[in-house]
């Protein structure tokens, strides 16, 4: 089943902050097994999970679903008015659990929201709670540089949501900057609602359970990423899942997730070697990172795949005729902020920054110029003066 169903809260998308949560749990539990097994006891393989969101005779939709359509399946857990999971991606809110009710096998089969514990780090499709317009820095002296620099990033979170200026829903529907680097105008793949490779929440995610950080697909459906990356047997990114799950954040400018470090640190991260092969290389750095942060570029240029770019292709030409000259995409250096790579600017699910007139933008190879946020944290493209002192 390739699109099933789906949203594991945060991709990636993908966020951080306050506490508990229920995601990757219920339906999205693999309990697949991979070797052969026999007597294998039904109620320890999700015996009650399957009619969570499946019927056998009287579904709504392909795939045998209980909705209308795979977005309507989704929100019914994870949606505004959700009752299956303390996640509300919808609107990019987070809440407590008040009581939940398990399978046999222990995975949570019902969650009952409580209070609000936050804002959700990948925003959310419908609204969003990123405090764009409230982003700070400190100005500080560069010794090594002998000139002044920016760190230490502030965007809170909105005291509540505001409807989104840009979604992974939204917009044209192109999957940016896919395919190879070529001479011939190609701007990527068409995703929009009327193609068969629409996006959808199970392009992302894996709503059966797959181990992985998020539930997120090593290669998103209809990406076309082949490359099997160090001593992988199988193409695509692979990021570690973790123990410690954190869902909403205190502070945008935090694009890692710091509560995964400790079980998934790792000084190997996935980035760019080359302006002209965007292919994901293992690179080695100092400090000890997440799996997210040392993986999520790689992962999020499956799809985007000529974003991938390495330190100093801002002065190197790719031989793109669209994407030629392009942002550093691979950096990583910790888990708190001032990162350059796809992360750090941009939320997965969906932002509510504000671009004025003077800030608008063509979309790439285009000459219209758009109001679209593009998934960015801050007001106005403000997100190069969170880095830049200029």
């Known amino acids: 089943m390739r699109r099933l169903v ?5 991709s990636a998308a993908l966020f951080m ?12 539990v693999s309990t697949a097994t991979t070797t052969a097994t026999t007597g294998v006891k039904i109620s320890d393989a999700g015996q009650g999970r399957c009619a969570s969101c499946h019927r056998a005779h009287t579904a709504k939709s392909a795939y045998l679903l209980n909705a209308a359509d795979e977005e309507s ?15 509300d991606v919808q609107n990019g809110v987070g809440y407590d659990a008040t009581s939940t009710a398990t399978y046999p096998d222990g995975t949570t089969l019902s969650v009952v929201r409580g209070s609000q514990v936050g ?6 499709f419908d609204k969003a709670m990123i405090g764009s317009d409230k982003a700070t820095k400190e100005i500080y002296f560069n010794t090594s540089r002998s000139s002044w620099s920016s760190r230490n990033g502030l965007i809170p979170p909105a005291a509540a949501p505001a409807a989104t200026t840009s979604s992974h829903f939204g917009g044209v529907g192109i999957m940016w900057g896919n395919g190879a680097l070529s001479g011939t105008v190609n701007v990527g793949k068409d995703m929009s609602t009327t193609t068969t490779t629409k996006l959808e929440c199970s392009s992302c995610h894996d709503p059966h359970g797959n181990k992985q950080y998020r539930i997120l697909k090593p290669v998103p459906s209809d990406s076309g990423f082949v490359a099997k990356i160090g001593t992988n ?13 954190v869902y909403t954040t205190t502070n945008y400018w935090t694009a890692g997730d710091p509560a995964a470090v400790a079980d998934t640190g790792t000084t190997t991260i996935l980035g760019g070697t080359s302006t002209t092969d965007p292919t994901p290389v293992a690179k080695t750095i100092s400090a000890s990172v997440s799996s997210f942060q040392a993986n999520v570029a790689a992962w999020c240029t499956t799809c985007h795949t000529r974003y991938l770019a390495p330190s100093g292709s801002w002065g190197k030409s790719s031989g793109d005729s669209v994407f030629t000259y392009r942002h550093t995409g691979d950096n990583v250096s910790g888990d708190a902020a001032a990162n350059r790579n796809c992360i750090q600017c941009h939320v997965a699910h969906g932002s509510n920054a504000q ?7 063509e979309y790439p190879g285009g000459t219209t110029k758009s109001n679209d946020s593009r998934l960015l944290r801050v007001d106005d493209r403000g997100t190069c003066v969170m880095c830049h002192n200029v």
């Open 355 to 361: 671009m004025a007139a003077n800030s608008a933008v």
């Open 119 to 124: 804002a959700l780090r990948g925003g959310g």
């Open 73 to 87: 399946l989704c929100f019914s857990c994870h949606g505004g008015s959700g009752t299956g999971a303390t996640t």
């Open 233 to 245: 047997t199988q193409a695509g990114i692979f990021i570690k899942d973790t123990a410690n799950k």
């Open 6 to 10: 789906l949203v594991a809260a945060a």
């Open 17 to 28: 902050g306050a506490s508990p949560a229920q995601a990757d749990n219920g339906p999205h």
